[in-house]
Nanobody, 125 residues
Framework: QVQLVESGGGLVQAGGSLRLSCAAS????????MAWFRQAPGKEREFVAA?????????YYADSVKGRFTISRDNAKKTVYLQMDSLKPEDTAVYYC?????????????????WGQGTQVTVSS
């Protein structure tokens, strides 16, 4: 069955870095766009970053994280990463990875078929 398992979350001070990983199984990884979304308490889930399907994929970022976060994918390892630098308290949220078949990096969460369980990221000021 399809599984997306996130890891790498934790507590970090403002200005610090974290690297999230999402290991996928049960489907053809390279045929799916991979994305990261996040949801803070009391707020709606929002798009963070995506990488389109294919051998490398094209990256897309929310304006709020552009220049600070980097999404990458390793099709051989069936894993997508989110490198988060210069973290801010407003980045605090549960981060989810998601997969969209033949996706081009859509920002609409409804496009994504598969979701992980989420990993908590907390940035202290």
């Amino acid at each position: 069955q399809v599984q997306l398992v996130e890891s790498g979350g934790g507590l970090v001070q403002a200005g610090g870095s974290l690297r999230l990983s999402c290991a996928a199984s049960g489907y053809t990884f390279s045929s799916y766009a991979m994305a990261w979304f996040r949801q803070a308490p009391g707020k709606e889930r929002e798009f963070v970053a995506a990488r389109s399907y294919g051998s490398t994929g094209t990256p897309y970022y929310a304006d709020s994280v552009k220049g600070r976060f980097t999404i990458s994918r390793d099709n051989a390892k069936k894993t997508v990463y989110l490198q988060m630098d210069s973290l801010k308290p407003e980045d605090t949220a549960v981060y989810y990875c998601a997969a969209d078949r033949y996706g081009l990096g859509n920002r609409d969460s409804l496009r994504y078929e598969y979701w992980g369980q989420g990993t908590q990221v907390t940035v202290s000021s």
